[in-house]
């Protein structure tokens, strides 16, 4: 079954330092793998996604993942964080067809940011 | 474009009554989930759909029923409400021909007492 852990639930930075958030997938083949920005409030925004190819992916807001297929990871990076990034972050795994077509999420980490 | 479209946004349900959440997407996407969302839990798929005619159970079906009669519609329904179903009830849709990300509403937040 697939499944996604983001280890860290609650994680602080000061503004203009830089940001790791963690995620670890299980998945049988290759995953399509997503992270997710969810305000107070609000609905999930994506950020970026990785289905094929470049193993660095690029997405909104300054956000960049690495795909590592070794290390069944897809961590979440920012050089320098601002203080409107403070939300929560969900990583999600799915796939293409059949079982895997349902999105599996972690239980994301809450950024907090100080100034 | 409004995308994936949620109602209500908010309803206050008492023990044993039913409801139907409704959820409606106008992108043409053959998948559709309902997740629930509680605190510290993440998101939790209850059912999903991979097209109209097909529906499938995922990890928290309990309490829970779905159809899918067209590809737009999505609905879940509780049939007796009970206090652990308080939660914010999020649906999804997805294009998996086109290999996109799922597109959320902005939710149902429904409280049982």
């Known amino acids: 079954a697939q499944s996604v852990t983001q280890p860290d639930i609650h994680i602080t930075v000061s503004e203009g330092a830089s940001l790791e958030l963690r995620c670890n997938y299980s998945y049988g083949a290759t995953p399509y793998l997503f992270w997710y920005v969810q305000s107070p409030g609000q609905g999930l925004q994506l950020l970026l996604k990785y289905f094929s190819g470049d193993t660095l992916v690029q997405g909104i807001k300054g956000f960049e993942a690495e795909f590592k297929r070794s290390q069944s990871s897809f961590n979440l990076r920012k050089p320098s964080v601002h203080w409107s990034d403070a939300a929560e972050y969900f990583c999600a795994v799915g796939g293409s067809t059949g079982t895997a077509s349902k999105l599996t999420f972690g239980t994301g980490t809450r950024l907090q940011v100080t100034l | 474009n409004a995308g994936v479209t949620q109602t209500p946004k908010f309803r206050i349900l008492k023990i044993g009554q039913s409801m139907t959440l409704q959820c409606t997407q106008d992108?043409?996407?053959?998948?559709m989930y309902w997740y629930r969302q509680d605190p510290g839990m993440g998101l939790k798929l209850i059912y999903y759909s991979v097209g109209a005619g097909i529906t499938d159970k995922g990890e928290v079906p309990n309490g829970y029923n779905v159809s899918r009669s067209t590809t737009e519609d999505f609905p879940l329904r509780l049939e007796l409400a009970a206090p652990s179903q308080t939660s914010v009830y999020f649906c999804a849709s997805r294009d998996n021909t086109r290999n996109t990300e799922a597109f959320f509403g902005q939710g149902t937040r429904l409280t049982v007492v």
């Open positions: 992108m043409n996407h053959n998948y």
